[in-house]
């Protein structure tokens, strides 16, 4: 630039041009720096290309990947206010070679990988990227502008696997992915030695293992470890079957991005144990789904020290009931592993200790008998008191069943009898009859009724062809004696089936055992 002349110019006139000399020499420093990390890296190492590739943010983008030096960009606008996070996945058994740079460089090697950088400066980054092995491959780059606080992001939903247990199995179930969710598809690996960063890694050693007659080695992975991997689709849930106590499983679900591309997305370790007996609170019933515990389960209950007894209750007694629905089962109850009682109970069982002693712990078990019979059966209801007149059910007599007084020139009634239950108040009796259709004849006929369908005061028998007529009467039955009713207007050739159910007041309902009458003959058989 050329002095100025004090004969051509006024001295403030030439500072001002000063001034603007130097503001424009600012600038286009300013755009040399800025852009010269761009221009150096795309004359080396590859040729250059004309159009830059930019990354979009949010999206999950998949790349071609050589082993010349790649070129991406990733453009943060002006107004951004977000933390910059970047994932890198290369496919299966590729290696890559990867950085960013702005004023800050960051290098990663084959792995999948997430870098968050913080405040995202605003500016245009460059990712430089390459394979090492010199085969060409896919990438997979994902750009994600993330809130500063997470909880203010609409819709988060943080990723994890949740773990419901139910008896021999467990249930998994994951949320959607957040990105695409309604395209992306799921794989799950099951180990019983490590959580697994890649599928391809968990693909290599399941290869292995189905391959390779293993002998003793220093391998870090156990020789006998289970593992499995399960391609699920859409699907975000589910059940695994055969689990072995004490044994530690480590579960990881990988979203699939396309045939060759899968990224973690979420994983947990759990340790399968034995499910600790159910506490049970003094003349509290506990129902739970036997079914959904592969037909075990086991209860616990504490005598305590302060019994408050009613009077003419026998001290140092404890009192359980149990009513499977359904379905037959085993049960035993111990102290101190002393089996005290082992009984199989089908509809209903009151079982009474003698002896106890306050502070002590038993533990009632129930088991069903087969595997038919887990299957079978629903549920089980369990109560455990020292106060005997807290127990809701009538104290039934030890025989259940219902006799059938013959009478030899009458086939159109039939008198039946049966032992009272024991009670100090009134107990309400019910007789039902029920006239089976002809279908019914070659049905199998169980004496013993599932307490369960009539524990609530009314009986909810049912048959398959629902073809079937119900006559009740109840009435209040005396105390100590042999009730005896007389049922009128029988039909002859035909099958019933009798019930009688005994109901405790403001408590709950149980049956006797069933009769099947058969009006063939004179004689009722």
Known sequence: MKSCSPFLLHFNTCAMLVRLWLAVLMAELLTVVAFKPLEANLTRDGPITKSMLVIPHDFDHVVPVTKFRTKFHILIPQDSDRNLSVTVTPSCNSV????????????????????????????????????????????????????????KQFGYRPNGIRIKKG?????????????????????????????YTTICEAELRLEEKQNINFTYSDDDLRLDDRLEIHHLGFNTSYTLNDLIYDETYYFTVFVLHGPHIATHHANATYKFQKSKPIGLKDAKPKMIN????????????????????????????????????????????????????????????????????SGERYVLKVESVSVDETQRIRSIEVMATVRPEMIQMPDMPSDLSIQQYVEPDDCQSVKIGWLSANSLTDLKYCVYVQENSNSLESV??????????????????????????????????????????????????????????????????????????????????
């Open 96 to 151: 890559l070679n990867w950085d960013l740079k702005l004023l800050i460089e960051y290098t990663g090697v084959s792995i999948p990988v997430t870098y968050d950088h913080g405040k995202a400066n605003r500016g245009l980054y460059v990712i430089s990227a390459q394979t090492a092995a010199g085969d060409d491959s896919n990438a997979m780059f994902y750009v994600g502008l993330k809130q500063k606080s997470q909880k």
């Open 167 to 195: 008896g021999q199995k467990i249930y998994l179930r994951w949320n959607l992915s957040h990105i695409d969710h309604h395209l992306m598809k799921y794989s799950l690996v099951v180990s019983t030695s490590k959580i």
């Open 290 to 357: 036997l079914r959904a515990q592969n037909g075990k389960a086991s209860f616990r209950y504490k005598v305590g020290n302060n019994r408050q007894l009613a009077k003419d209750v026998p001290p140092n007694t404890l009192y359980w009931y149990v009513m499977p629905c359904d379905g037959v089962v085993y049960v035993e109850i111990r102290c101190r592993k002393t089996l005290l009682i082992s009984k199989r109970v089908f509809g209903y069982e009151k079982f009474i200790l003698n002896n106890t002693k």
């Open 444 to 525: 199998d006929f169980s004496v013993k009724p599932d307490q369960c369908k009539v524990r609530y005061g009314k009986s909810r028998r049912s048959d398959v062809s629902n073809n079937y007529r119900t006559k009740t009467r109840c009435y209040i039955g005396e105390k100590g004696i042999v009730l005896v009713e007389k049922i009128l207007k029988l039909k002859p050739l035909t099958t019933y089936t009798i019930q009688v159910t005994v109901t405790k007041p403001r408590g709950r309902t149980l049956s006797y055992d069933l009769l099947k009458l058969d009006t063939n003959s004179c004689g009722l058989n």
